[in-house]
């Protein structure tokens, strides 16, 4: 079983930070890449930005030089700062996590889900 916990969400006045946390835990082989998306209703959900194992990042153009994520590979933990926050950024924003646990295949494995709410 794997299980993926995150926190760091709430409500923040425009121009203000957050810091999003994702930790997987379970029978864990090795985890190859890990990111975060966001969703809002009626709207698709969408790559906010990911990281491989060996550090590559990619953003998304709207999160370019405002949100910087990070992973700490030997807690299995991904993080996502989150500066200048516009109202656009509310969402509620999903970790997702693709690994492999001992005998299977990689796949992707999705978090809870956190709100991120922007407003005065």
């Known amino acids: 079983q794997v299980q993926l916990v995150e926190s760091g969400g709430g409500l923040v006045q425009p121009g203000g930070s957050l810091r999003l946390s994702c930790t997987a835990s379970g029978n864990i082989f090795s985890i190859n890449r890990m990111g975060w998306y966001r969703e809002v209703p009626g709207k698709q959900r969408e790559l906010v930005a990911d990281?491989?194992?060996?550090?590559?990042?990619n953003y998304a153009n709207s999160v370019k030089g405002r949100f910087t994520i990070s992973r700490d590979n030997a807690n299995n933990t991904v993080l996502l700062q989150m500066n200048s926050l516009k109202p656009e950024d509310t969402a509620i924003y999903y970790c997702?996590?693709?690994?492999?646990?001992?005998?299977?295949?990689?796949?992707?494995?999705w978090g809870q889900g956190t709100q991120v709410t922007v407003s005065s």
């Open positions: 997702n996590v693709n690994l492999h646990t001992t005998g299977a295949y990689y796949r992707d494995y």
């Open positions: 990281i491989m194992r060996g550090g590559r990042t």
